[in-house]
């Protein structure tokens, strides 16, 4: 049943991508004949105008004959004039009057499609725009920072993770793991959407050439799911308001055979909107690395030293494809579905030299590593919003909740269904061999297995009087996943590998939350709040082959509360607190033993607990002329700390598990200065200061560990032309502590330059990542009977070049096609 289950699905999938295909090669325009026909847009949004008023003019004397307004989509249309030269006038209020060329209406009465016009912003509005956008890098909002991807020109090429590595409260580490905060436990969504991937996998996925923006929120609401120790990243992707065909192309290349390409088309059509994507992506992180350990048993001390080249190499693929519609003005439905597949492959050539004191025995070994992981997957995701009727008296521009158009609280009802499928595969072979080449033992260890999930949400939002509203919903989380495991010895007389059963299991994964959540939010004079509770009932069920199972029977609950103050000069106060849950990876939970090579096993603990997080922030921001400032305290409390903990499971083995050592605490300040010290230079400096502490129990030992973590960016951004710009981006990040070591700081920098032609539809960006060479990462882990310390360098510098192409063809093919610009369909 779930084979024929799972080949509907993809069945499905399959025909979404070729039903939006075909909605790409056949247009079909049903609107009758005679008819004057176009779409106003904004010249620098790209999104619709409504209520722009359409006048349209006999070209002959210039006299008025009729008119008409855009509606919700842009659209507007002016029927059957009689047979004559035309032009028409647009306008709106906060807009440049904008009259088309003459066009012909003849006695055939075809159709005169004008396309998509743009409306220009006036001088006054303008010259507020481009005061706003200068500051616009990474803005401050009562509850998130949005980092808008346009403006990190030194991320062109890469993925969400080289956008987030300027942003101060984000780190990355050697392999690209992303810590929020100090803490990999955080969500990704992507358009407000969960994935199955991994968060730090799932950022890798994603090109920045796709990305309009990225959201941090580190105190949701109680709308979104609790899940996550520092909150939530949301990727919002680039999305299309222009009628006809448009699209962007991205293709890149760098150093160390890196080289990418995405493609994104839209084409819009009356009420209905067909997407189709298409990315590719390879990224190799080439680098060297010495790893030296030594354990401790009786009076012997035991070595093992490792060094040599290594290669980290992310690959990945996907297709994705979906259809808006818009019924009315109040209802809009969508579907989409995505099937990619991703890879991460970490290959090494390391030299070994084993020995021990005292002691006569000294060894020295090749060993040729290569470890992947990764797999298929599929989604589909499907929307119905319809928001109701509201009265101009309720809700008002300015107040906490979630705003409609003109500012307007809506008064909405949301069903979303999200289904996503992955089958994970992860191989890796240690051989180990003498200097003459021959092979004296290996292991091959296999995981694999598909895991599903389903999500179902209905959000209700109701306004109430001027300024509150309530906010409720329901949610359902069904999640099911099998993980096989293998472990296979080499046979050193016939070079084949043995399945060593002794070593192999499956693992089944189920669980299913059921949630409830509700909130109420307002305005008291300049005193904003929000308060909300979210109920979630969780019951999980792990069973292994030949051990007991494992369950969970809980309900949690999770409270948050937003406040915020508007202060005079443009300032604002902002507070908030909310309850969150980190839970167990399912690997974290195996309880079998799992060789990863000849030094190294790792074993889950089914007993962890998830963590609880009590998380406060602070906020001020403080607008000065054109420039921006803004400073945030925050404190974090972990409550079941999970930690990795090391041991000696054998002579030069080393034990690698997982336990709840008691409580962690983060408190911090992040401030960020936005300023333009001349109108061609706009200079950005951030930093990040947080007290961290760990303390709890470990091996029957009280332990507490303390450490000043810092971080700082300092962005320059040099507008050399219209069409160049020059970026240059420095960051430092310090060392910090865990239960077992430390990890040492670091400090890089890059730069890009950014050439623009064609009316910016075409960009270059050439860019130097790692200019100095000075990425070294050093760590070290320490117990009773074991030290280690690991240093890893990347290859560097790394030049990327990155080719953008933005285009828009409106030329339906039953209609006469009459535009300012035939290149692009568009007045310009």
């Known amino acids: 049943m779930n084979f024929i289950k799972h080949m509907l699905l993809k069945y499905y999938v399959l025909s979404m991508f070729v039903m939006t295909i075909q909605c790409f090669a056949f247009a079909y325009d049903g609107l009758p004949r005679g008819i004057i026909k176009g779409a106003v847009v904004d010249d620098q949004t790209e999104q619709p105008v409504e209520y722009a008023t359409v006048a349209l003019y006999k070209a002959s004397n210039d006299s008025l004959l009729t008119g008409t307004v855009t509606d919700y989509l842009g659209h507007f249309k002016i029927e059957q004039p009689a047979p004559d030269e035309y032009y028409v006038e647009i306008t709106f209020i906060g807009y440049e009057t904008l009259q088309s060329e003459d066009f012909q209406v003849n006695i055939t009465e075809e159709n005169v499609n004008l396309g998509n016009i743009r409306l220009k912003l006036s001088r006054s509005m303008l010259r507020e725009i481009e005061i706003v956008s200068k500051s616009a890098a990474i803005e401050y909002r009562i509850d998130k920072k949005v980092i808008n991807v346009d403006k990190q020109i030194t991320a062109a090429g890469g993925t969400a993770v080289n956008v987030l590595e300027n942003i101060p409260s984000v780190q990355v580490d050697v392999e690209g793991n992303v810590s929020l905060r100090g803490s990999t436990g955080f969500t990704v969504l992507i358009d407000g959407k969960p994935t199955i991937l991994e968060p730090s996998d799932a950022l890798r996925q994603i090109p920045a050439g796709s990305i309009e923006n990225i959201e941090i929120i580190t105190n949701p609401s109680v709308k979104y799911e609790p899940d996550g120790a520092t909150g939530i990243i949301n990727i919002i992707t680039k999305k299309n308001y222009l009628d006809g065909l448009s699209g962007i192309v991205n293709l890149d290349a760098g150093t160390y055979g890196e080289y990418s390409g995405d493609l994104q088309l839209s084409y819009r059509v009356n009420k209905f909107n067909f997407i189709l994507g298409a990315n590719y992506r390879k990224h190799p992180h080439p680098g060297h690395e010495i790893n030296n350990r030594k354990t401790f048993s009786n009076d012997?001390?035991?070595?093992?030293?490792?060094?040599?080249?290594?290669?980290?190499?992310?690959?990945?693929?996907?297709?994705?494809?979906?259809?808006?519609?818009?019924?009315?003005?109040?209802?809009?439905?969508?579907?989409?579905?995505?099937?990619?597949?991703?890879?991460?492959?970490?290959?090494?050539?390391?030299l070994y030299e084993t020995f021990n004191q005292p002691g006569s025995n000294y060894y020295n070994y090749n060993s040729n590593d290569i470890s992947t992981r990764g797999g298929n997957y599929y989604s589909m995701d499907a929307v119905y919003q319809h928001d109701f009727k509201t009265n101009d008296s309720i809700g008002q521009e300015g107040n906490p909740m979630d705003a409609g158009q003109n500012g307007m609280a809506l008064h909405n009802i949301k069903l979303e269904a999200t289904y996503r499928n992955r089958y994970n595969d992860e191989n890796t072979i240690n051989e180990l061999r003498t200097l003459t080449d021959s092979i004296t033992s290996g292991k091959k260890n296999v995981e694999k297995g598909p895991s599903t999930s389903l999500r179902i949400n209905l959000d209700y939002v109701l306004p109430l009087k001027r300024d509150s509203k309530i906010e409720s919903g329901v949610q359902t989380r069904i999640d099911r996943s099998t993980d096989i495991t293998e472990l296979y010895d080499l046979d050193p007389v016939g070079g084949d590998y043995i399945i060593n059963e002794d070593y192999s299991n499956n693992t089944e994964f189920s669980r299913n939350i059921f949630a409830v959540y509700g909130l109420y939010a307002g305005m008291w004079n300049k005193f904003g709040y929000q308060a909300g509770l979210r109920g979630e009932y969780t019951y999980r069920l792990i069973s292994t082959t030949g051990q007991s199972d494992t369950k969970i029977d809980r309900w949690d609950y999770f409270p948050t509360v937003h406040l915020s103050y508007n202060l005079p000069l443009e300032q604002q106060m902002m507070a908030s607190y909310s309850r969150r849950i980190d839970r167990p990876r399912g690997w974290y939970l195996e309880p079998f033993l799992t060789w990863q090579d000849e030094f190294n096993v790792r074993q889950g603990n089914p007993g962890l607990k998830p963590e609880y997080i009590d998380s406060y922030d602070l906020g001020y921001l403080k607008k000065i002329g054109d420039n921006f400032f803004s400073l945030e305290g925050y404190y974090r409390i972990t409550h079941n700390k999970i930690e990795r903990i090391r041991s000696v499971y054998a002579e030069d083995v080393i034990l690698t598990t997982f336990e709840n050592v008691g409580k962690d605490y983060s408190l911090g300040l992040e401030a960020m200065l936005n300023f333009s010290i001349f109108r061609w230079w706009d200079m950005n400096v951030s930093g990040n200061y947080y007290y961290y502490k760990i303390s709890g129990s470990l091996e029957e030992q009280d332990f507490a560990r303390s450490s000043n973590n810092w971080n700082s960016r300092f962005n320059n951004t040099f507008t050399i032309t219209e069409n160049i710009i020059l970026q240059i981006n420095s960051r430092y990040n310090s060392g910090s502590v865990t239960a077992q070591g430390t990890q040492s700081g670091y400090y890089t920098i890059d730069a890009a330059t950014k050439f623009t032609f064609l009316q910016k539809r075409l960009s270059v960006n050439l860019q130097l990542r790692d200019i100095l060479g000075t990425s070294k990462r050093e760590s070290t882990s320490e117990g009773e009977d074991f030290y280690q310390y690991s240093i890893n360098e990347p290859r560097s510098p790394v030049f990327i070049a990155t080719l953008a192409y933005r285009f828009n063809n409106f030329k339906p093919a039953s209609n006469k096609s009459v535009q300012g610009d035939e290149s692009n369909g568009n007045f310009e």
């Open 300 to 350: 012997t001390v035991f070595f093992v030293n490792s060094s040599g080249d290594a290669n980290r190499e992310h690959a990945s693929k996907s297709i994705r494809a979906g259809i808006e519609y818009n019924p009315t003005k109040f209802d809009y439905l969508s579907i989409a579905g995505r099937f990619g597949n991703w890879e991460m492959e970490n290959r090494s050539e390391l």
